[in-house]
């Protein structure tokens, strides 16, 4: 079945950008979410139809797609940033929607 | 301001049903706004999509539960409702319940379910 790739993990200091990739064969047809989890928590929608974000969503968090590949950047990292992130999409027909393995984000 | 909440037993015998139910409050779930899904996380994992009502009322379910998978819906009561059949330890997880709708998501607190005899 279908599968986003992410990379495990990714630091970064306070300040800098964090990039976060996810990779997937139907990403150029289907619309990429991303979401942020915080220890103990629910997750949060942070981006949606790949480079839309929510209002109550602070302007560092931006997304981009390049064809296969869509990403989540953060920049000015801060502390409460430090998180696993997720994207989810569908497959190429949109029957079913998959997670990628998540991203936990180090702010050293 | 949309809430759900998740509800249902902690704990299930191995080969047994799994029933969640999920009630929305502060807005329609027949609304056609919202998909709504059911997610769960293993302890340690990741998320895993399991299934979904879709906005045009139709479900959805991973390739990989399909065959034990069934979500369906009580919009008298403005819930929806999770069963997985036949389950094993590796059911074992945080059930999130959640609906999504252009900028707006909204999750339920998650219920952990325990698979044990």
């Known amino acids: 079945s279908y599968e986003l790739t992410q990379p495990p993990s990714v630091s970064v200091s306070p300040g800098q950008t964090a990039r976060i990739t996810c990779s997937g064969d139907?990403?150029?047809?289907?619309?990429t979410y991303w979401y942020q989890q915080r220890s103990g928590q629910a997750p949060v929608m942070i981006i949606y139809?790949?480079?839309e974000r929510p209002s109550r969503i602070p302007e560092r968090f931006s997304g981009s797609n390049s064809g296969t590949t869509v990403t989540l950047t953060i920049s000015g990292v801060q502390a409460e940033d430090e998180a696993d992130y997720y994207c989810?999409?569908?497959?190429?027909?949109?029957?079913?929607?998959?997670f990628g393995g998540g991203t936990k984000l180090t702010v050293l | 301001q949309v809430q759900l909440q998740e509800s249902g037993p902690g704990l299930v015998k191995p080969s047994q049903t799994l029933s969640l139910t999920c009630t929305v409050s502060?807005?329609?779930?027949?609304?056609?706004?919202?998909?709504w899904s059911w997610i769960r996380q293993p302890a340690g994992g990741g998320l895993e999509w399991i299934g979904r009502?879709?906005?045009?009322?139709?479900?959805n379910y991973s390739p990989s539960l399909k065959s034990r998978v069934t979500i369906s819906v009580d919009t008298s009561k403005n819930q929806f409702s999770l069963e997985l059949t036949s389950v094993t330890a590796a059911d074992t997880a945080v059930y999130y319940c959640?609906?999504?709708?252009?900028?707006?998501?909204?999750w339920g607190q998650g219920t952990l379910v325990t698979v044990s005899s």
């Open positions: 959640a609906g999504r709708g252009g900028p707006f998501d909204y």
């Open positions: 502060g807005g329609s779930i027949s609304n056609g706004r919202y998909s």
């Open positions: 009502l879709s906005t045009s009322g139709n479900t």
């Open positions: 139907a990403l150029p047809k289907q619309y």
């Open positions: 139809k790949d480079t």
């Open positions: 989810q999409s569908a497959d190429s027909t949109g029957s079913y929607e998959v």
